[in-house]
């Protein structure tokens, strides 16, 4: 029995095929300090192809990926999505919606949200009470 590598790469990338939006706006997300960045990876795209919008507590990344001039190519292998392509992101009640930031930089787009000032961990003070002790006076 001969066994075949690329059974299992087909295998794996059917399952890719399969996941919405896999392959057209992979996105890395973390959290620093007092915000949350996200990332996505958008090569070919033009940043006045990028929209950002948020509407009831939902991030929409939204982009369009040009379609190429192929009149008369014979394709061998076409991956590359083109055409519009979105991506949504429910934020949190501890977020900022109205202070999101974004910048793109060579086919990267970072978003960052910052948390809410109110939502953000405090510190305590704990006061002092006066607890003078009760003398009592001794009568001989």
């Known amino acids: 029995m ?6 299992d790469f087909d295998r794996l990338w059917r399952h890719f095929e399969s996941v919405p939006g ?3 706006m992979p996105m890395d ?3 620093k300090d007092d915000e949350y960045v996200l990332t996505f990876d958008l090569p070919g795209v033009r940043p006045e192809s990028v929209d950002i919008t948020v509407e009831n507590s939902v991030l929409t990344v939204t982009v369009e990926r ?4 192929t009149d008369g190519v014979n394709w061998m292998v076409r991956e590359r999505p083109t055409g519009k392509h979105s ?3 429910k934020l949190g009640a501890k977020l900022d ?3 999101i930031s974004a910048n793109y930089d060579q086919g990267v787009l970072t978003v960052r949200i910052p948390v809410r000032e109110d939502a953000k ?3 305590v003070s704990i006061g002092a009470s006066d607890n003078t002790a009760i003398e009592a006076n001794a009568t001989s």
Do not use: I, L
Request: aromatic fraction near 16%; glycine fraction near 8%; hydrophobic fraction near 20%.
């Open 2 to 7: 001969r066994y075949d590598p690329f059974t």
């Open 22 to 24: 896999a392959g057209q």
């Open 29 to 31: 997300a973390y959290a």
């Open 66 to 69: 040009p379609n190429e001039d």
């Open 87 to 89: 991506r949504q992101v």
């Open 97 to 99: 919606s109205g202070s």
């Open 121 to 123: 961990p405090y510190k």
